[in-house]
């Protein structure tokens, strides 16, 4: 069971916004750790597309952004484009665990 | 900018034992902590261990602990995942990973199948 719970799909369609949640808890994300975003296609290694809670990797563009507030994070896609269909994984680290925790995923979908 | 490559992909027969390896260019390895994560088939992402190329200190997952050695070469630095009796349930994607000034880098994963 992920530490970290995300929605386990969201859809869209093209043009519009969507934000995926991110819910940890007080031993990660409550606790200050910061909360990286990732894109992954298919048969790929996953890529940051936020890292430190809201800033963006170089070529990363500015449609997407991040959040962070108490236990919880969010990402946001504006302006969806069909290249923007893929699995989004949040990852924080955990004090208890002391180590990386994600979240199970969350599946895009530009409908 | 940092870079890692990790070792070609493999297949184990049941109760054997993997090696994986990652080297890492771009930046000063003993300043890096190396985190190992597995993807199963279809499946999210699981934090395996992380050790620190400085001092060799290790964290491991519980779950996996009595199974999972991570070790560290600086002299061609180079970070292993050793992962010993294989089950079915081992099959995935492994993937090596560092933070450096905050951005997380990833290699391009080792593809592991266990079979009989």
């Known amino acids: 069971q992920p530490v970290l719970t995300q929605p386990p799909s969201v859809s869209r369609a093209p043009g519009q916004r969507v934000t995926i949640s991110c819910t940890g808890s007080s031993s990660n994300i409550g606790a200050g750790y910061d909360v990286h975003w990732y894109q992954q296609l298919p048969g790929t290694a996953p890529k940051a597309v936020i890292y430190g809670n809201n800033n963006r990797p170089s070529g990363v563009p500015d449609r997407i952004s991040g959040s962070k507030s108490g236990t919880s994070a969010s990402l946001a896609i504006t302006g969806l484009q069909a290249e923007d269909e893929a699995d989004y994984y949040c990852?924080?680290?955990?004090?208890?665990?002391?180590?990386?925790?994600f979240g199970g995923g969350t599946k895009l979908t530009v409908l | 900018q940092v870079h890692l490559v990790q070792s070609g992909g493999e297949v184990k027969k049941p109760g054997a034992s993997l090696k994986v390896s990652c080297q890492v260019s771009g930046y000063t390895f003993t300043s890096l902590g190396i985190n190992w994560v597995r993807q199963a088939p279809g499946q999210g992402l699981e934090w395996m261990g992380w050790?620190?190329?400085?001092?060799?200190?290790?964290n491991y997952a519980q779950k996996l602990q009595d199974r999972v050695t991570l070790t560290t070469d600086t002299s061609t630095s180079t970070a292993y995942l050793e992962l010993r009796s294989l089950i079915s349930d081992d099959a995935a994607m492994y993937y090596c990973?560092?933070?450096?000034?905050?951005?997380?880098?990833w290699g391009q994963g080792t593809l592991v199948a266990v079979s009989s």
């Open positions: 990973a560092t933070q450096y000034q905050l951005l997380p880098y």
């Open positions: 050790i620190s190329a400085y001092n060799g200190n290790t």
């Open positions: 990852q924080s680290y955990d004090s208890s665990l002391s180590g990386w925790v």
